[in-house]
């Protein structure tokens, strides 16, 4: 760990702190527009995290389309518009002691938690969630979909400052167009340190967001404050929720988002109609992240819409009410308008059917594919499919990663309190909570769902359903008041005691000592550092002096951080190539695509590195590891060249096509035009290009090879290319 390398961690520590603390500002900035201030403390917290993630969501899209998504200019940006807002908010009287103020406020309302009925239950949570956030810290992203989609898409958006289109077969073909709405924001975490570190921290951010607002949609419905914190702790103990941090998957993003929405559909029903925007917003990005939550957000905007044309006020002022709602509402909108402009509908790629009329028509290779998943599983697994998965049985090889037996828990205790919000007449509510349940939790028996009933999919299709557990979260809370209410604190303590075991770590390996006992001496210093600052603040210290070096001994800590984690990085990649005990944080990765992690460290160099990848078919996707290529500092482009002789795009695994339409001068062309470094043939290597380089071993030069043999990198050699000559036939 030199000196320099500190100082420059330390500098982006620093604009990570600006750009996050400005976003903070902001988002509290803009909400007292809406939240008043005699809202209770975890309403007004829901409005400030409701409008940050908004700003975020927003931020990113004028910043991407206009190619200025770069930390030069969001940093400024985001810190203007933040010192703007809090003119704004101070005019209108909250200013620097009402800021203040509601820093104290959570910081009292935190101890009542912890030191309330239940505490110990949510401080064993708290502990439990530290372990997996330090983990995160330490390890690079260790999930499939981060490995091959969702980070990559945030590490190109990053490289390039702008929103990029990547042409490419197979399952790159449709990876391509899932929504963006949670990348974005792994997106926003890469850009001060151009790496992962910051990922972990945003996902705990999301969680606690979780916790939130399932905790204040809880009050608002009437529970007391040991119901509440058992609801939220609840959810934010299931394994689906606890095992995907730090991994890159959107699934905990989605149900933020919902829970953020909860309280405001609830709130707005309750009469507090000037909060409907922030209800529309929270459910727009909902969708920008999942589409299957849009009939969500139909209902959602159709009882907040209702409610504000019921208000008070003349017409003309509900309707420009109204209209804020769907201006606002739109926000999730920017991905499924890309998805129509480039190919033709909003849902692509996925197949739409509403009432026979065929909305979208869906990508064909990702329905082959699960097709083919489902042929492929046996006809016992097809006939019985695996429920005990969901609420209980772990993977065979050890792992759970599914919403666990508190979730069992959630729905029966969940029937209970609609029958008591049947009972009190409480209409709006139980139509909200109750129809989220249905709708999420149903979709599993639809059709589209089939390979997650009875692939070995079903080990993680809990994810997919959490917005429907913390909808039944949100009706046990509801016995509040009734001769329930004990039974369902009891119940809801036992389901987050059983979340908390089965999402207790796993896949633990000797190789993250090292550098968790260097991070957890750092922690320790900074909150040693923080505590006397704050300290000397109390005994009347200097506090704008008092907040720098805070922010300083922060920074430091963080540049620490990405020190650690960048001298980890391989040791744990190579960890995880481990076979059958390595390393994992949600589910063991195949043992054939992680062994390239050699590769992966060899083009890791300080020069960036332009490298075309390819792939052959593995019948599913699952072997495009792509992320780690961009290297540890987001330095290589990494990128696709089609073999074809017009430059289309055809799918690997279409044999008799690519025979056809190959061209190897063609490819050739491609990639001296695109400066091309090195060429990485990703397992299993059975693509033409394999062939090709293998009769040109003049032009590819052997680089580096995974421990299989069966990833290679070579060097490029377009210095070697003849002007003419004899081109290897297809094979």
Not at 89 to 118: D, K, N, S
Not at 175 to 199: K, N, T
Request: hydrophobic share 55%; proline share 5%.
């Amino acid at each position: 760990m030199t000196a320099g390398a500190l100082v420059a961690g330390a500098a982006h520590g620093i604009l990570a702190l600006v750009l996050g603390g400005s976003f903070t500002l902001l988002g509290w900035a803009l909400s007292t527009r809406f939240v008043p201030r005699e809202a209770p403390l975890a309403v007004r917290l829901a409005g400030a995290v409701t409008v940050t993630l908004a700003a975020a969501t927003g931020l990113f899209w004028v910043l991407a389309l206009g190619g200025l998504f770069r930390l030069g200019v969001a940093v400024p940006l985001v810190a203007a518009l933040a010192a703007w807002a809090f003119v704004r908010a101070a005019r209108c009287g909250y200013g620097a002691e009402c800021l203040r103020a509601e820093w104290g406020a959570v910081a009292r309302a935190a101890r009542v938690v912890f030191r309330g009925p239940g505490g110990w239950v949510f401080g064993a949570l708290t502990g439990l969630v530290g372990v997996a956030t330090i983990r995160g810290l330490v390890a690079p992203p260790l999930g499939w979909d981060g490995l091959t989609y969702h980070l990559l898409k945030a590490g190109r958006f990053v490289q390039s400052g702008a929103l990029v289109t990547e042409r490419a077969p197979d399952a790159w073909r449709y990876y391509e167009y899932f929504p963006l709405g949670g990348d974005l924001l792994w997106a926003w975490a890469m850009v001060p340190f151009r790496s992962g570190l910051l990922i972990a921290l945003v996902d705990l951010g999301i969680w606690a967001t979780v916790v939130l607002g399932v905790y204040a949609s809880a009050r608002q419905l009437g529970a007391t404050l040991r119901l509440a914190t058992l609801a939220a702790a609840a959810v934010g103990a299931m394994p689906a929720v606890v095992v995907f941090l730090s991994t890159g998957y959107v699934d905990n993003v989605t149900l933020a988002f919902f829970a953020l929405g909860s309280v405001f559909v609830l709130r707005v029903l309750a009469g507090a109609v000037a909060e409907a925007p922030l209800a529309t917003v929270a459910l727009s990005c909902m969708v920008g992240v999942r589409l299957t939550t849009a009939p969500l957000l139909a209902l959602g905007g159709l009882l907040v819409f209702a409610a504000v044309l019921r208000g008070s006020g003349s017409l003309s002022r509900r309707l420009g009410a109204v209209t804020v709602c769907l201006a606002v509402g739109l926000l999730g909108a920017p991905t499924y308008l890309r998805s129509w402009l480039e190919q033709g509908s909003p849902f692509h790629p996925i197949r739409v059917v509403v009432a026979g009329q065929v909305l979208s028509e869906g990508e064909p290779a990702l329905y082959d594919t699960l097709d083919r998943v489902v042929s492929a599983t046996p006809e016992d697994r097809r006939s019985q499919p695996g429920w005990a998965s969901l609420f209980y049985a772990s993977a065979p090889e050890g792992w759970y990663a599914n919403p666990g037996p508190g979730a069992a828990i959630l729905v029966g205790l969940g029937g209970l309190g609609a029958a008591v919000l049947l009972r009190r007449r409480q209409w709006g509510a139980l139509l909200w909570l109750g129809f989220s349940a249905v709708v999420l939790l149903g979709s599993l028996w639809t059709a589209e769902m089939t390979v997650y009933r009875v692939s070995d999919w079903a080990h993680t299709v809990g994810r997919l359903l959490l917005p429907g557990f913390g909808a039944l979260a949100l009706l046990a809370a509801s016995v509040a008041g009734s001769r329930f209410e004990r039974l369902g604190a009891s119940l809801l303590a036992v389901a987050t005691g059983a979340g908390i075991l089965w999402s207790f770590p796993r896949g633990l390996s000797a190789a993250e000592l090292p550098g968790t006992a260097i991070l957890l001496v750092a922690l320790a210093v900074v909150l040693a550092a923080l505590a006397l600052l704050a300290r000397g603040l109390r005994r009347g210290g200097a506090r704008w002096s008092a907040l720098a070096g805070g922010a300083l001994v922060v920074a430091l800590g963080l540049g620490v951080a990405d020190i650690v984690r960048a001298g980890q990085r391989y040791p744990l990649y190579q960890a995880a190539a481990v076979f059958p005990d390595g390393l994992y944080h949600l589910h063991p990765l195949n043992q054939y695509h992680i062994a390239a992690w050699p590769i992966w460290r060899d083009l890791d160099r300080p020069e960036p590195l332009r490298v075309a990848v390819f792939a052959g078919w593995d019948g599913r996707g699952h072997n495009i590891y792509r992320f780690p290529l961009l290297g540890s500092r987001l330095q290589n482009l990494v990128l696709y060249v089609p073999v074809t002789r017009d430059g289309s795009v055809v799918n690997s695994f279409e044999f008799e096509e690519i025979s056809k339409r190959a061209d190897f001068r063609a490819w050739l062309g491609r990639l001296v035009a695109a400066r091309v470094d090195v060429v990485v043939s990703l397992a299993p290597a059975i693509g033409i290009e394999a062939y090709w380089i293998e009769q040109s071993p003049e032009l590819f030069e052997p680089l580096a090879a995974d421990t299989y043999g069966l990833t290679k990198a070579y060097r490029f050699r377009a210095d070697r290319l003849r002007p003419a000559g004899p081109a290897p036939s297809a094979p």
